[in-house]
């Protein structure tokens, strides 16, 4: 089973502040890994899938990047809404598990 | 608009069953893929189990297999998941997730709370 480790586990910033979040598989899924946004009470969102393309509506400071097993989400300025829990999500091989996530908390 | 809407959550006894629907409107659901994922209280995401669209196969996480089983009804637009000899540690929010590129969850349901306590 592929296991994803996602860093740092809490991040504190500013609105405003650029965010920088890892995953990390302990094999190879070639390009193959989302990220999902999830806010207190409600369901995750897709924010990125294949490591770097955004979904449908998703804003633009929102970018992802690498390939094999390291990979990146980016939130190039911070808005108020943003501040939320961030998992990865590979679509490699079964079974597909997803990060522990990354709590983005305001400073 | 693609919606999904859970239900059949409840409070059950360790080792009982309970059946969980997801109706799903606004996409030709039998072009579909979908999914479970779960979310115990306070703690992150867990993939549960997949249907691919035509129902020809199913994944299971290792912690449900043989124990839940998913499946959907086309003609219903409605995808389910049994779960059978419930623990104390299935006790979660359950969330449907529609599949689109075999693996991405765009859509997904506000889920359907399952506690399991004697």
């Known amino acids: 089973e592929i296991v994803l480790t996602q860093s740092p586990a809490t991040l504190s910033l500013s609105p405003g502040e650029s965010a920088t979040l890892s995953c990390r598989a302990s094999?190879?899924?070639?390009?193959?890994l989302a990220w999902y946004q999830q806010k207190p009470g409600q369901a995750p969102r897709l924010l990125i899938y294949?490591?770097?393309n955004r979904a449908t509506g998703i804003p633009a400071r929102f970018s992802g990047s690498g390939s094999g097993t390291d990979f990146t989400l980016t939130i190039s300025s911070l808005e108020p809404e943003d501040f939320a829990v961030y998992y990865c999500?590979?679509?490699?091989?079964?079974?597909?598990?997803f990060g522990q996530g990354t709590k983005v908390g305001i400073k | 608009q693609v919606q999904l809407v859970e239900s059949g959550g409840g409070v059950v006894q360790p080792g009982r069953s309970l059946r969980l629907s997801c109706a799903a409107s606004?996409?030709?659901?039998?072009?579909?893929?979908m999914n479970w994922v779960r979310q115990a209280p306070g703690k992150g995401l867990e993939w549960v189990a997949n249907i691919w669209n035509d129902g020809s196969k199913q994944y299971y996480a290792d912690s449900v297999k043989g124990r839940f089983t998913i499946s959907r009804d086309d003609s219903e637009n409605t995808l389910y998941l049994q779960m059978n000899s419930l623990r104390v540690e299935d006790t979660a929010m359950y969330y449907c997730?529609?599949?689109?590129?075999?693996?991405?969850?765009?859509?997904w349901g506000q889920g359907t709370l399952v506690t399991v306590s004697s």
């Open positions: 094999q190879s899924v070639s390009s193959s």
């Open positions: 999500q590979h679509r490699s091989d079964w079974p597909r598990p």
């Open positions: 997730a529609r599949d689109v590129y075999n693996g991405v969850f765009d859509s």
């Open positions: 606004g996409f030709i659901f039998s072009h579909h893929g």
């Open positions: 294949d490591a770097s």
